[in-house]
């Protein structure tokens, strides 16, 4: 029977903290992002989107204007983009940049940080989103 042992480590994480005025209002923002509260304590939230984790925390984020926000990722780009149009979140139109084939949004969090979010993987093709919308291949519509 083998053991393990446990090994100590020197290795440590620096989380990036992201300020923002008002908690609440944030939190929401980021959430529907697709975003999952993981662990908060007083005045603090920390996050996880797919292998990103980053801590929101109360704070006046006058002091760091133009803050980055760790990017983000989405199993479905356009499902969430329509998802944000319906509560009424602006983004930018899906941009398909060098190395984020299934294409990339940005917008901004309600204390102004930007904030981008890609496609992770493959974007599913046109036909695929057909099928689901439809439940009929596109061209396999039956004759009248």
């Not at 662990?39 to 133009?66: I, K, Y």
């Not at 949004?105 to 695929?128: C, F, M, N, Y």
Request: glycine share 12%.
């Amino acid at each position: 029977m083998v053991g393990i042992a446990p090994v100590k480590s020197s290795v440590s994480v620096e989380l990036q903290h992201v300020r923002v005025a008002h908690l609440v209002p944030s939190l929401s923002f980021y959430l529907a992002l697709g975003c999952e509260a993981r662990q908060s304590g007083d005045g603090w939230v920390r996050l996880r989107n797919a292998g990103t984790v980053f801590v929101l925390e109360h704070g006046d984020p006058g002091g760091r204007p133009g803050a980055v926000v760790p990017e983000l990722s989405t199993g479905d780009l356009l499902r969430l983009c329509c998802r944000l149009w319906s509560a009424g979140i602006d983004t930018s139109p899906i941009s398909y940049p060098d190395g984020v084939p299934g294409g990339r949004i940005s917008t901004h969090d309600p204390d102004l940080h930007p904030v981008a979010v890609s496609q992770a993987g493959r974007r599913p093709r046109a036909e695929a989103l057909v099928v689901r919308r439809t439940g009929v291949p596109r061209g396999d519509h039956a004759e009248a």
